[in-house]
């Protein structure tokens, strides 16, 4: 028998033998059939504490295995932890190169832009009373103060030239959050010195037009006058298009641009002074060279939808020492600009400008009048006083097809205090108009004739005109 067998007839044994004690009569009488009802309900305990037993083991085996995915976890946290802490440890990756500019090339962190036109210029002019020197301004764009007066005889040239051919560089970098810009732009119409030949390889000098650099608001450099609104030059295939008419100055200064919201901008310069005066007697200008005092401008711009406005305003110091004992005049002008748009593509507009001042002729008419008139016998310089005008309208006719039609005015004004007799050779007025054509058959190409008529008179009444057909050929790129 087996050691479970011998205890669970103990077991009921003991039962027995305690019913016993209570009622022996009772205990004697139901001894078999209580005994199988003993032996089944410890065979139930039994097997409830074996399913228990069963539960406690699946519970343990489930903490287990709870723990080990917990210790599974926390291996995996330190390992996370560390593979973080190596990233760190790691130098930050360089920055990305910047993205290519869209046109022109980059040189370290400048964006370099080249642009410019190739112009082929052919023309025939007609002088009324006189000629005009080869190889001079005046035959290659129309200066009204080198128009011949007088009495001699007509004169017919015809001139081909591609001088007028210019480029310019824009640069750009950005400099610890602020915006650094530079323009360099060079042409060969306007060098000084020795030129080419006619007869041979016509080679002319580079010279130099502008050149400034740009930091957030500020301009350093060589650029037009602040003095000067460019957007009243009319399309045309002449060098300036109305030379007596406008405000046309390009000099090193310093400027200040302030945004002022709205379309407005305010322009305040400190620009290269230089007096060219006229000795009485002789109306031969002369660069003095004598200057201490800046000249200052100031022009109020506005851009918008429908055009453009612009208002400026110069005060200067005319100065001449050329007898040891120095003499000077003030200077103050103000100018009235402005572009109205004839339609939403902006290829139609009228353009105008107007000045008045006193002893600014060299910013007016390319100096067609002296900046003051030198006495000597006085020692003093007397005023002279300018007033200029120029328009200009464009009219889109077709396709690529345009028409400009432009004047230009000026008319000077000399001190009650000079005699005429001794100013008689002196400019007193002038005036041109002309109309032209353009036709771009395809983008950058541009096809122009022109035609012009001009007058200048002296103070002494004597005068001169000229009538000039012109051809232009141009490739912007």
Known sequence: MTKKAVAKQAGIAALLAASALVAPQMAWAKTPSSTAGIEAR????????????????DAEAETAAA???AEAAEARAAAADQKLAAIEARPAPAAPPPPPPADGFRAGSTTIKLGGYIKLL????????GEVATNSLGRDFYLPQTIPTGNAPASRTTDFTAKQSRFWLNLGTDVAGHAVKGYLEVDFQTSPGTQGSQRTTNGYNLALRRAYMQVD???FGQDWSTFQYTGALPESTDYVGGAEGTVFVRQP???YSAPLGGGLTLHLGIENPESGTATLGSPTLIEN?????????ARLAYAGKSGELSVAALGRQVRNDTSGVAADAAGYGVSLGGKLFLNQEKSGDVRVMVTYGRNISRYVGLNFAPDAVYVPATNSLENVDVFAAIGAVRIP????????????YQTVDYSDTLALANIAGFNKRSWSAAANLFYSPVKNIDLGVEYRHGERELVSGASGTTDRIEFAAKYSF
């Open 42 to 57: 410890l065979d139930k305990l039994e097997g409830e504490v074996a399913e228990l037993k069963g539960d406690l083991a």
């Open 67 to 69: 723990n080990a995915r």
């Open 122 to 129: 052919a023309g025939s002019t007609r002088f009324s009373d």
């Open 217 to 219: 608001r500020w301009t």
């Open 253 to 255: 200064l310093v400027r």
């Open 289 to 297: 060279g004598d200057d201490h005092l800046p000249d200052f401008t």
């Open 397 to 408: 006719v077709g396709p690529g097809l345009r028409v400009n039609l432009m004047g230009s």
